[in-house]
């Protein structure tokens, strides 16, 4: 168990689902600010996807587990991701591991199709939510903050 948490990454694994892309890069931002973590490797899948469509962010977080007599620092993975990309992954993850399919490459094609749709998707619904951000501001109100994953 010991040579399990210190020395593989993805023993621990964390997914956070945000309505926003801008939440995303919040949450990172704060797990970099975070003194007690340490970022070991991170992955921007939606500035750079996978070839196949694939966007989230991956971070591999060295985090203090807190026992009972002592704190050990232990390998995190964590994939923060919207709730469109998450939807997605889930289904092309279902989908890909169907045996049998005919027409295998253009099932992929539109896989890839449906991912880029759903980042464009995603990009207005974060200008949709920054306009309505910018008109609460303009009126006085509060708005909403990045707590909403």
């Given at each position: ?10 023993a ?7 309505p926003?892309?801008d ?6 931002n ?5 003194q ?11 500035r ?26 232990v ?19 279902q ?9 295998e ?25 920054d306009?309505?951000?910018?008109i ?5 109100e ?8």
């Amino acid at each position: 168990m010991d040579s399990a948490l210190k020395e593989i990454y993805d023993a621990a694994g964390i997914r956070v689902i945000c309505p926003f892309l801008d939440d995303i890069y919040w949450i990172v931002n704060m797990l970099k600010n975070q003194q007690d973590i340490k970022v070991i490797k991170e992955k921007d899948y939606i500035r750079n996807p996978k070839p196949n469509g694939y966007r989230s962010y991956h971070m591999i977080l060295q985090v203090p587990l807190h026992l009972e007599n002592r704190i050990e620092m232990v390998y995190c993975e964590i994939q923060i991701r919207t709730i469109a990309m998450d939807c997605w992954a889930s289904l092309e993850h279902q989908l890909k591991y169907k045996k049998n399919i005919p027409n295998e490459k253009m099932i992929a094609e539109e896989l890839k199709r449906c991912a880029d749709e759903i980042a464009s998707t995603d990009l207005n619904l974060q200008t949709i939510s920054d306009m309505i951000k910018e008109i609460q501001h303009e009126n006085g109100e509060d708005t909403y903050e990045n707590l909403t994953c």
